[in-house]
């Protein structure tokens, strides 16, 4: 088919649309990335550009001499990477344990978390539990509400269900106990899916602003994605202890580097660990 002229038009076709597509997701990156390198003369007199006339660093050099921007930076690696564990911790314990027919109470802890799918608490109760548990103005604010999401449960759950049975019985009969079959058998099987849910899990905490915005009132432990949405949000830009170069800090570019380096982790990361996606999130969705 891909020999005759129909065929070939399908796929110059297929190329044509997918080269638009991409050309329109990557663009707007390049304007940001372009514009956090330009002045902000250049930036109101250009509506769009790719090539900066004259590259400027300023930008970068101001919001890398405030130790506003760099504590951001440290808290949000520090809930992404504890918030990742945590959550990857509580998530496969308890799927594990609802994945087997003889767990007493399985169908009863199912349907909470299927309930917790479709209604949620709200946003005032939400906050004050949080606050009837002293969490606010903590790092784990923004850690255990959000520690288990109900759909990354129910298809971890469905992939522990897939695997055989045989191995858990072949190593309870040489004498493993449920704990040792989980550590040793189950989770060296369950890389793929663990390194789809290790990504699902860091990008959201990564991108998490508003948790922060609700229970942090101490601006010393925003995370950079509540200072970049402060600074977006905020017309005169105040952005903590000015280097004593930058008494006018440049207000657009400025805005444009902090958007560029509060995505370029994700943006680095993002296209290695892609290839377990699908991999990860399709070993586990064959059955629920």
């Given at each position: 088919?891909?020999?005759?002229?129909?065929?070939?038009?399908?796929?110059?076709?297929?190329?044509?649309?997918?080269?638009?597509?991409?050309?329109?997701?990557?663009?707007?990156?390049?304007?940001?990335?372009?514009?956090?390198?330009?002045?902000?003369?250049?930036?109101?007199?250009?509506p769009?550009?790719?090539?900066?006339?004259?590259?400027?660093?300023?930008?970068?050099?101001?919001?890398?001499?405030?130790?506003?921007?760099?504590?951001?930076?440290?808290?949000?690696?520090?809930?992404?990477?504890?918030?990742?564990?945590?959550?990857?911790?509580?998530?496969?314990?308890?799927?594990?344990?609802?994945?087997?027919?003889?767990?007493?109470?399985?169908?009863?802890?199912?349907?909470?978390?299927?309930?917790?799918?479709?209604?949620?608490?709200?946003?005032?109760?939400?906050?004050?539990?949080?606050?009837?548990?002293?969490?606010?103005?903590?790092?784990?604010?923004?850690?255990?509400?959000?520690?288990?999401?109900?759909?990354?449960?129910?298809?971890?759950?469905?992939?522990?269900?897939?695997?055989?049975?045989?191995?858990?019985?072949?190593?309870?009969?040489?004498?493993?106990?449920?704990?040792?079959?989980?550590?040793?058998?189950?989770?060296?099987?369950?890389m793929?899916?663990?390194?789809?849910?290790?990504?699902?899990?860091?990008?959201?905490?990564?991108?998490?602003?508003?948790?922060?915005?609700?229970?942090?009132?101490?601006?010393?432990?925003?995370?950079?994605?509540?200072?970049?949405?402060?600074?977006?949000?905020?017309?005169?830009?105040?952005?903590?202890?000015?280097?004593?170069?930058?008494?006018?800090?440049?207000?657009?570019?400025?805005?444009?580097?902090?958007?560029?380096v509060?995505?370029?982790?994700?943006?680095?990361?993002?296209?290695?660990?892609?290839?377990?996606?699908?991999?990860?999130?399709?070993?586990?969705?064959?059955?629920?």
């Open positions: 088919m891909h020999n005759k002229v129909t065929g070939k038009i399908f796929d110059y076709s297929n190329y044509l649309i997918l080269l638009i597509v991409g050309l329109t997701t990557v663009i707007p990156f390049v304007y940001v990335i372009a514009s956090s390198f330009a002045t902000d003369a250049e930036i109101a007199r250009r769009f550009f790719v090539i900066p006339e004259s590259v400027s660093f300023e930008a970068y050099r101001y919001i890398f001499s405030t130790n506003t921007f760099v504590r951001g930076i440290g808290v949000s690696v520090l809930v992404t990477c504890l918030g990742t564990l945590v959550s990857l911790a509580l998530t496969l314990t308890m799927a594990y344990p609802l994945s087997k027919t003889r767990f007493f109470g399985k169908n009863a802890f199912l349907s909470i978390v299927v309930f917790t799918m479709v209604f949620g608490g709200g946003m005032i109760p939400t906050f004050l539990v949080v606050k009837d548990l002293n969490l606010l103005n903590s790092i784990w604010a923004l850690i255990l509400p959000i520690a288990i999401n109900p759909f990354n449960l129910i298809v971890i759950k469905s992939f522990f269900q897939n695997l055989p049975t045989a191995l858990e019985e072949q190593a309870k009969i040489d004498g493993c106990s449920d704990i040792s079959v989980f550590l040793r058998i189950i989770l060296p099987l369950s793929p899916v663990i390194a789809t849910f290790t990504l699902f899990y860091a990008v959201a905490y990564w991108n998490d602003y508003f948790n922060a915005l609700l229970y942090i009132r101490d601006s010393a432990k925003w995370p950079i994605q509540l200072l970049l949405q402060q600074l977006l949000m905020v017309a005169n830009v105040s952005f903590g202890e000015m280097s004593s170069d930058f008494i006018n800090p440049p207000e657009e570019s400025l805005k444009m580097a902090v958007v560029v509060a995505s370029l982790p994700i943006m680095i990361f993002y296209p290695f660990l892609q290839k377990h996606f699908a991999k990860g999130v399709m070993l586990g969705s064959v059955k629920g």
